[in-house]
């Protein structure tokens, strides 16, 4: 006996006890307890046996027949899983009444083999029902053990206890009394006490401090209404920058809304700040799920509370979300509050996933503008906020160490000087898929690829270039090469998928006017994508016609076809009289049905497994149709005009290009009906093109209005959006019954990691213990909605 | 009362605002210097308008907060804006060349007096010129213009350096202009 407890000592670890309660009715005066057998306290611990309201306290003797959980527990984790082993602790009798109540120390083993990744092999989720009831207070079970007696709150709670049985269990809704309690699980009454938010009195930093070295004047000497009065007039980005200068001209910038012209109240102001706080770089919080423990002799470990799951020694975690929940009661100002919102952040870039490479571009002559490439399976999971985002804000101009990846040239400085010293821009086009593909440096070109632009570009000095490229390419190159800058950086392989056997990508980089132009295009012969409109061709070397005919971001076509000669030339020998032909037919068109050609193009698109996806700074606001003007006039009433460019997609207008969507406006303005239309299985929508700074869904409640998996709703999970914020007056509809449930399309759409991307999880986490009226539903669902969301009230 | 319905430009001829034009009061600075300006001119000024009607200019004004250079500077101002005749576009550009010739400590000091003396016009004149001075700067260059201690931790300098990257990399140049 002493021995195998000894055993059971080196493979087991005491890792929690409980306190349960038992009782009997007695028709005689209860035995005092040393001298109840130990043999039937061992059988004892019945609790956690399910629908509790049922089943009272059952007596001892009749418990056998429910299979009491511990036993269930051992049963199904077979030999190895965790023992207990029961205690009598002490015991009550009620005066007057025949029931004798016992306190069993139920102490719980779990094998050594947990340290290294073991689990509950069955019946997880029991098991971790169990352990919700444990607890890790090793001293006071020390001090239960030593002194068997009962104070006055264990004699209280002795007769008090809840379904489950465990003494002092705070799990199950402690309020008695009925009406309160159904308060406290009324959705609308847990909406109701979340606390609004306050603004922070920050009285620390109430002066500008003097730099030592000035003597007389300086900012300082200002008071604060001149330099609130001076602030208001800069711009979003200027006011970003002084607010850096000093802690108290951050304090006295963070409630100016720039370019705004009406003052906002102060719960508006309040939520800006929360906001701001919430899109700032994302928390890493504890899992919600999990709960921690930690053994007799001192080691950690979780297990989640839903699915049983044991992680030992790190705690797990999530990451935050970025944005929430925004749902001030109609008619206090959200419309006004979000464009303060966007107009404190104007600018600012929404930040890259961590895996992918930016590419970056100039647009429209002198906007520097991203995008990145990435994996057509993420897009279409919805997953690419998975990809951790651990970036830093960036915003309006970079810094040009930041965009250039240096390892780049190692392998041609040498070979091109010029490089040096200019301040051009290399970028190497590369996507999220880039671990698939093989880096093969090879020397660029044998003959250097030097080919001419005319400065002026019009498409008749093109069309003479092209000609003269493919009639003399030797005279071009010799003559272009002193002042024209180009470079092939370098080639890559890849296999795509199957559609592509052996591709090679060729970035094509020139410096003019100062500006970089960065022309990037698949090719092996077969596929070409063009950079304007992000569509894959199959194109042939030799068919020479098929050139890319978008006007593309990088301003006029001419880039393609300096790409083409140079292709054209690398190829001259492939050459054959068929491709002369529609060579020189091509060279003959008059320049308006080449500008035609261009912009209509030649639909010649089949996409390939991947997804440019273009960063933006922009916030999309998915507005019902009939808010569209409602959110124009609350615009152009209060904003500075000119301030903020915004573009309204209404639900019948013609499809925009995406990078445009992207990199032109500052606010695009669509419906409902426009994003559940954008919904197709094979279709990849313009919207999905960008990387959007911030999604916001006005009334965003409508997406739990079916719980069905709409079109509306999916397209919003697929949208690509560094915030995601939701607002609405109304989270729930105000009906008795299963309101609930109408969260979690909300979650969804937010990106919450414990609750809204695991159905299961929310289900078992939130809303059944929150409909059977338990403590730990509703402070879960407190919890969370504590993080995300705000609710100002009348 | 007719006084208070006059119109500080004084294009209507009226008896009252011809007097006043005639009238001339004394401001003294707080180092002592005293300057005389026309009545039309120094009520361009609520703050010496109220002491006019109520009376208490009956010899010197003191202004004790504005020092005689800065005081020169404001009434070069009012004067001009009191002046018959001139236009308004003659105004505007009077007054682009007023502020933009002014050093950072200078524009300090006029700023306080106009919103000491509470001259609107100046007031929103020289605060757009010093935010103007803000403007596409980085953060370093503001600190040194405008003579401020930054009073973050360096553990806090290096955060928003790495978060707001382009907030120093300077998108003017850092040289005074």
């Not at chain 1, 077979?78 to 015991?91: C, F, I, P």
């Not at chain 1, 109540?101 to 019946?123: H, K, M, T």
């Not at chain 1, 077969?526 to 304007?532: E, H, K, N, P």
């Not at chain 2, 050093?103 to 010093?130: K, P, S, T, W």
Request: hydrophobic residues 35%.
């Amino acid at each position: 006996m002493e021995k195998r407890r000894r055993n059971r000592r080196r493979t087991t670890k005491l890792c929690g006890y409980l306190c349960a309660v038992c009782s009997q009715f007695r028709r005689t005066p209860p035995p005092p307890f040393p001298q109840l057998p130990s043999a039937v306290l061992a059988e004892t611990p019945q609790m956690f046996t399910s629908p509790p309201k049922r089943r009272a306290l059952d007596p001892i003797g009749k418990t056998e027949s429910s299979i009491p959980k511990r036993r269930r527990l051992s049963r199904s984790g077979g030999a190895e899983l965790g023992r207990s082993t029961d205690r009598l602790a002490w015991t009550e009798v009620e005066c007057g009444s025949r029931e004798v109540r016992a306190v069993v120390l139920v102490d719980v083993y779990l094998p050594i083999a947990l340290w290294s990744g073991w689990q509950f092999p069955r019946s997880s989720s029991i098991a971790a029902a169990l352990f919700k009831h444990l607890s890790c207070d090793w001293g006071a079970r020390s001090l239960m053990l030593k002194s068997v007696k009962s104070d006055g709150d264990d004699y209280y709670s002795i007769w008090n206890v809840t379904d489950c049985h465990v003494l002092g269990c705070r799990r199950h809704c402690s309020a008695p009394d009925n009406l309160k309690k159904q308060k406290l699980f009324e959705l609308q009454e847990i909406f109701k006490s979340l606390p609004c938010v306050t603004k922070k009195v920050d009285c620390d930093y109430s002066r500008v401090k003097p730099a030592v070295s000035s003597c007389e004047s300086g900012i300082w000497v200002l008071s604060d209404d001149i330099l609130i009065n001076i602030l208001t007039t800069l711009s979003p980005i200027d006011l970003v920058k002084i607010s850096l200068a000093c802690r108290h001209l951050r304090f006295l910038a963070a409630s100016i809304m720039p370019c705004m012209k009406l003052k906002l109240y102060p719960h508006q102001q309040a939520a800006v700040e929360w906001m701001l706080q919430r899109e700032k770089e994302s928390k890493v919080l504890k899992h919600p799920l999990y709960m921690n423990f930690r053994t007799a002799d001192g080691f950690d470990f979780n297990i989640n509370m839903v699915s049983g799951e044991i992680v030992a020694g790190i705690v797990p975690t999530i990451r935050d979300f970025r944005g929430g929940m925004f749902c001030d009661e109609p008619g206090l100002g959200k419309t006004i509050t979000a464009i303060s919102l966007i107009l404190k952040t104007q600018g600012t870039l929404a930040e890259p996933p961590d895996a992918v490479q930016v590419i970056w571009c100039m647009h429209d002559g002198n906007q520097r503008c991203g995008y990145y490439e990435a994996h057509a399976d993420n897009i279409t999971k919805g997953n690419v906020s998975n990809i951790k985002n651990v970036h830093k804000v960036r915003r309006g101009q970079l810094c040009l160490d930041e965009l250039t990846p240096k390892n780049i040239f190692n392998g041609y400085e040498s070979k091109s000087p010029w490089l040096l010293g200019s301040r051009e821009q290399i970028v190497e086009p590369t996507d999220s898929c880039s671990n698939k593909r093989i880096k093969v440096c090879e020397p660029a070109c044998s003959t250097p690829a030097t080919i001419s632009t005319p400065s002026s570009r019009s498409w008749s000095n093109a069309r003479r270039n092209l000609l003269a490229a493919y009639k003399e390419p030797s005279f071009t190159s010799q003559r272009c090469s002193e002042n024209r800058k180009h470079a092939y950086k370098g080639d890559k392989q890849r296999s795509p998928g199957n559609q592509v056997g052996l591709a090679r990508r060729i970035s094509f980089t020139k410096k003019r006017d100062n500006e970089t132009v960065t022309d990037d295009l698949e090719y092996n012969e077969t596929w070409v994508q063009c950079d304007a409109c992000s569509k894959w061709r199959k194109e042939s070397i030799t068919l020479p016609t098929r050139l890319p005919r978008q006007r593309g971001p990088l301003g006029p076509g001419g880039e393609h076809i300096i790409f083409c000669i140079g292709v054209l030339k690398e190829h001259y020998t492939l050459l054959n009289s068929e491709t002369k032909k529609a060579l020189t037919w091509l060279a003959k068109l008059s320049p308006g049905k080449l500008a035609e050609m261009e912009t209509t193009g030649i639909a010649l698109c089949e996409p390939l497994d991947s997804l440019r996806l273009y960063l933006s700074s922009a916030t999309l606001i998915v507005v019902p149709s009939n808010l569209v003007d409602h959110w124009r006039t609350q615009i152009e009433r209060h904003v500075r005009p000119g301030q903020l460019r915004v573009y309204i997609w209404g639900d019948q207008k013609k499809k925009p290009s995406g990078h445009c969507l992207a990199w032109d406006y500052d606010v695009v303005i669509t419906t409902f009906n426009r994003l559940s239309a954008e919904w197709g299985p094979h279709k990849r929508s313009v919207l999905m093109q960008v990387h959007w700074l911030r999604v916001v869904l006005d009334e965003g409640h409508t997406l739990g209005s079916s719980l069905n998996l709409t079109n509306k709703l999916q397209m919003a999970v697929s949208l690509t959006a560094t915030n995601r914020w939701l607002l609405t007056g109304t989270p729930t509809p105000n009906t008795p019954n299963s309101q609930l449930s109408y969260l979690q399309p909300m979650l969804k759409f937010l990106k919450e990691e414990t609750y809204g991307q695991h159905q299961k999880s929310w289900e078992a986490g939130i809303v059944r213990p929150f409909e059977a009226e338990m403590e730990e539903g509703r402070s879960r669902l407190l919890q969370l909605l504590h993080r995300c969301m705000i609710s100002a009230r009348k | 009362m007719a006084r208070k319905n006059r119109n500080p430009v004084g294009k209507n001829v009226d008896p009252e605002a011809q007097k006043k034009k005639t009238r001339t009061l004394t401001l003294k600075s707080s180092d002592g210097q005293e300057f005389s300006i026309s009545e039309s001119a120094a009520v361009l000024s609520i703050a010496i308008e109220n002491m006019v009607e109520d009376d208490c200019a009956g010899g010197v004004i003191p202004l004790p907060l504005v020092d005689g250079g800065t005081l020169a500077r404001v009434i070069t101002y009012l004067n001009k804006h009191a002046e018959d005749g001139a236009s308004d576009e003659e105004k505007r550009k009077f007054d682009e060349e007023f502020v933009s010739g002014m050093e950072m400590g200078v524009l300090f000091d006029v700023v306080l007096a106009a919103n000491y003396l509470d001259i609107r016009g100046l007031l929103r004149e020289v605060r757009r010129r010093i935010a103007d001075r803000m403007k596409n700067k980085s953060v370093e260059w503001v600190r040194k213009t405008f003579h401020i201690e930054s009073d973050f931790t360096p553990e806090e300098e290096e955060q928003m350096k790495k978060e707001f990257a382009w907030a120093w990399e300077g998108v003017d140049s850092d040289v005074d202009d």
